[in-house]
Nanobody, 118 residues
C-alpha cells in the first residue's frame, strides 16, 4: 500500500508559478514510477511528468521547458515546479505511484486544484 498526500495547488495568474508536493507513505525507492497527472473538466486524465526506474523523467510536450519534476528521497516526496503557467494548465493535478511486483498496483492521491486565470 502507498498513501499519497498532495499539497500546493491554488489560484494563480497566467505567467505565475506554483509548486506541488506529493508525500508518499513509504520510501520512494520502493516505488517503480512516480509522478503527476492532471484532469481538466470534460477531458481525460493525462500525464504531466513522471520519474521512472533509473530516475528517467518524462514530460508531456505541453509542459516541457515550463514544468520540472524533482524529488527528495529523504522526505519520500516528489515535487512539480510549474512556471509560466497558462490558463490551459487549469486542472486537478493527481500524484501517481506505480508499484510492480508479481502484479502491478496503481495508487493515486486525492488531487489538488490548480486554477490559472488569464
Amino acid at each position: 500500500q502507498v498513501q499519497l498526500v498532495e499539497s500546493g495547488g491554488g489560484l494563480v495568474q497566467a505567467g505565475g508559478s506554483l509548486r506541488l508536493s506529493c508525500a508518499a507513505s513509504r520510501s520512494i525507492f520502493s516505488i517503480n514510477a512516480m509522478g503527476w497527472y492532471r484532469q481538466a473538466p470534460g477531458k481525460q486524465r493525462e500525464l504531466v511528468a513522471t520519474f521512472t526506474s533509473g530516475s528517467i523523467t518524462n514530460y508531456a510536450d505541453s509542459v516541457k521547458g515550463r514544468f520540472t519534476i524533482s524529488r527528495d528521497n529523504a522526505k519520500n516526496t516528489v515535487y512539480l515546479q510549474m512556471n509560466s503557467l497558462k490558463p490551459a494548465d487549469t486542472a486537478v493535478y493527481y500524484c501517481h505511484a506505480l508499484v510492480v511486483g508479481t502484479t502491478q498496483w496503481d495508487y493515486w492521491g486525492q488531487g489538488t486544484q490548480v486554477t490559472v486565470s488569464s
